[in-house]
Structure formats: C-alpha cells, structure tokens
C-alpha cells in the first residue's frame, strides 16, 4: 500500500521503517528533507504534501498541538488518515476536528496509547502487544492490516466518539511505564462477541 508519513521523528520514523520493511510504498514527509539522512531516513522522502499526495493511507505524526494546521493545506480527500498524535489543543478532541475537517477521509486513532519502541519490538517472549484504534468502521480492516505489519494485534475500540477511551489508555500506558519502563504494552482478553 502507498503510505504517506506526516513527521519523521520516533514514531513516524519508527512506523514507516516498519511499513517500508514489510513491503510498503512509504513516502516520509519532513518539514526539512535535506534533514533526512541526519534523521537516519532513507528511502523516499518529501514534503508533507507530497506525503499526503503519496499516500493511499497518511499517517500524522507531529506534535498535537499542531496537527490541525499541519493537515489543513494538504490533500487527503477519500484518503484513509491516522491520527497518531496525543497533546491536542482544541475543545473537541483533535481527532474528531481532524475528521470535521476533512468530511471524505476515513480518519483513524492509533498507534498514540504505546511508546514508540513497541513499535520497534511489539513482542514479549512469545506474547504480541495489542493496539487499541478508533475511527470508520467501513476501512477499519485496512488500519487492522497496517497495524497487524507492525507486529501489532489490532483491537478495534469504536467510532471516534471512544477518543476518550484512548486518552485513559494513553494515562494508563504513561503510569505503569514509570514502574516498568517504556517497553510496556497490553493485551485485551475476551470471550468473542457480545
Ligand atoms: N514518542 C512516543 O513514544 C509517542 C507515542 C505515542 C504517540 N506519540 C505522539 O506522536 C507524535 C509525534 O511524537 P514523536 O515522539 O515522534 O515526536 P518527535 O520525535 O519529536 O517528532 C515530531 C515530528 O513532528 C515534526 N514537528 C515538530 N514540530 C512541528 C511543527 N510545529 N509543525 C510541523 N511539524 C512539526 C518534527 O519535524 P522536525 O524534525 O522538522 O522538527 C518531527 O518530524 C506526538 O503527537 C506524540 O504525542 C508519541
């Protein structure tokens, strides 16, 4: 799949080593691409919008503070867009401005409620992390699939109304992370469907 990545730092550097390892067509955009190489990125590389033109699915990974002004200029009509951002500074949650303004894409939260180096190693002796996402229920199996190449297990929480759900993850995750450190993930244990 073509994935465009919105930020190059740990987890949209990260992500798109693993996607592009697994087979992707990854296009890293970069506020400054010459930067690449000092980043340790290779492949290619851009900007965000040509990023956000590459991709099939874009992945935002900047800070989320900055995440709605970053995505405004670009392109990502009918396009399948993952929010990985957390620290958002608007009353809605960010990811529920993101879809507001971007009505045709199918906008996604993931990969924001683990430390980026369980995306380096999603594995615990013979145990797979899950990640928990939200967002369309009508692509979710494409994200399942992305999420699954990262050597994940994709737990679909709901629709972007669960961004809350995340957050108290996301707490959860940074909590027990200070007593066991950062390579710390979660499995969800049901009995199949309600
Ligand atoms: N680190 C984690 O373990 C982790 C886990 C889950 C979620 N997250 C979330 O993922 C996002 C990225 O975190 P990260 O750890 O990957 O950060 P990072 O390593 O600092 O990378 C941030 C990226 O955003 C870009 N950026 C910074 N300020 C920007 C601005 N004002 N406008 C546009 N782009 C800007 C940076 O570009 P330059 O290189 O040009 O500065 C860089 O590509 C954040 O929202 C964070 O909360 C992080």
Redesign the pocket.
């Known amino acids: 799949m073509k994935i465009g990545i919105?930020?190059?730092?740990?987890?949209?550097?990260?992500l798109g080593k693993v996607w592009a390892a697994a087979g992707h067509d990854v296009l890293f955009?970069?506020?400054?691409p010459r930067?690449a190489a000092e980043?340790g990125i290779t492949g290619k590389v851009g900007s965000?919008a040509e990023a956000a033109e590459h991709g099939e699915a874009v992945l935002?990974?900047?800070?989320?503070?900055?995440?709605l002004?970053?995505a405004r200029p670009l392109t990502l009509a009918g396009k399948i867009v993952i929010d990985?951002?957390?620290?958002?500074n608007t009353d809605q949650p960010v990811v529920r401005a993101l879809a507001a303004a971007f009505p045709t894409a199918y906008v996604y939260k993931a990969?924001?409620?683990?430390?980026?180096?369980?995306f380096q190693n999603p594995t615990f002796g013979t145990e797979r992390a899950d990640l928990l996402f939200i967002g369309a229920p009508t692509q979710q199996e494409v994200v399942a699939g992305l999420i699954t190449d990262v050597g994940l297990n994709p737990i679909y929480v709901g629709d972007l109304d669960q961004s809350g759900a995340l957050d108290a993850a996301?707490s959860l995750w940074f909590a027990l992370s200070r007593r066991f450190g950062?390579h710390l993930a979660f499995r969800v244990l049901h009995d199949g469907r309600a």
Do not use: H
């Open positions: 919105i930020g190059a730092g740990r987890i949209g550097g990260t955009g970069m506020r400054d930067r980043e965000f935002f990974a900047v800070p989320g503070s900055v995440l002004e970053t990985a951002t957390n620290g958002g990969f924001n409620t683990l430390g980026f180096e369980n996301l950062r």
